[in-house]
C-alpha cells in the first residue's frame, strides 16, 4: 500500500502559468481533501470531495479548481498561477468523510510561484 | 477568523521533560479533536484524538487532556525524546452539522534537546 500520493513533489511557476497537481489513494477511502500549509497558518482547507462525483469549497477554495476522477483521484487546478499561492499542498483522503475519522496525508507538493 | 488557537507557537524541551502544548476553541458545537504530527518534509500523520465524553485520554507518552467548560484542550507528551522533535496541530470538527471540515491550529514546533 502507498497510502496518498502526489505528483509532483516540486514546481517552480512563473505568474500566469497554470498547472495541475495530482492526488492518489490506494485505501478505497471515499473521501479526499486538498489543504495548503503556510508558515505559522497551519493547514487550511481549499477543496474536499465527500465521495466520487462531489467536490465542495474549503476555506480559501479562490483561484483553484479540483476535479474528482474516480474514487482514486483527486486533482487540483491552477489555472493562473500567482505569488499568493507559493504553498505547500497536501493531499489527504479519509475512509468515510464526515465520520471523523483518521485524514491520511500525502507527502506533498511545495510550489513557488515566481 | 481562527476558531481553534494554539499554543505556543514553539517550543524547546530538554530531553525526559514534559512538552505541554495548549488549544482553545470558541465553536461550541466541536465535537471531535485530534492532535497531528508532522516531520520536516513530511504530511502530517494522526497522533492520538479526543472526544468531549472523556475528560483524558493517553496513548504511551502521549496524553490530550480536555476542558469542555472552558473549551480548550491540551497534548502532553511524557519523558520528551528527540524523536520526538517534530510540528504538531491540534484540530477540531463539528459531527452535527455533517461537516467534512477539520479547522486546524497554527501548529507548535517543537524540539527536544538532548
Known amino acids: 500500500n502507498a497510502g496518498v500520493t502526489q505528483t509532483p513533489k516540486f514546481q517552480v511557476l512563473k505568474t500566469g502559468q497554470s498547472m495541475t497537481l495530482q492526488c492518489a489513494q490506494d485505501?478505497?477511502?471515499?473521501?479526499m481533501y486538498w489543504y495548503r500549509q503556510d508558515p505559522g497558518m497551519g493547514l487550511r482547507l481549499i477543496y474536499y470531495s465527500a465521495s466520487e462525483g462531489t467536490t465542495d469549497k474549503g476555506e480559501v477554495p479562490n483561484g483553484y479548481n479540483v476535479s474528482r476522477l474516480n474514487k482514486r483521484e483527486f486533482s487540483l487546478r491552477l489555472e493562473s498561477a500567482a505569488p499568493s499561492q507559493t504553498s505547500v499542498y497536501f493531499c489527504?483522503?479519509?475512509?468515510?468523510?464526515?465520520?471523523?475519522?483518521?485524514?491520511?496525508f500525502g507527502p506533498g507538493t511545495r510550489l513557488l510561484v515566481l | 477568523q481562527q476558531q481553534v488557537k494554539q499554543s505556543p507557537q514553539s517550543l524547546i524541551v530538554q530531553k525526559g521533560g514534559i512538552s505541554i502544548i495548549n488549544c482553545a476553541y470558541e465553536?461550541?458545537?466541536?465535537?471531535?479533536f485530534p492532535w497531528y504530527q508532522q516531520f520536516p518534509g513530511k504530511g502530517p500523520a494522526l497522533l492520538i484524538a479526543?472526544?468531549?465524553?472523556?475528560s483524558e485520554k493517553k496513548e504511551g507518552r502521549f496524553t490530550i487532556s480536555f476542558n469542555k467548560s472552558a473549551k480548550q484542550f491540551s497534548l502532553h507528551i511524557m519523558d520528551s525524546q528527540p524523536g520526538d522533535s517534530a510540528t504538531y496541530f491540534c484540530a477540531a470538527s463539528d459531527s452535527g452539522a455533517g461537516s467534512y471540515q477539520l479547522t486546524f491550529g497554527k501548529g507548535t514546533k517543537l524540539s527536544v534537546i538532548p
Open positions: 465553536n461550541t458545537a466541536f465535537d471531535y
Open positions: 485505501m478505497n477511502h471515499n473521501s
Open positions: 479526543i472526544r468531549p465524553d472523556v
Open positions: 489527504a483522503s479519509e475512509r468515510a468523510g464526515g465520520q471523523q475519522e483518521t485524514q491520511y
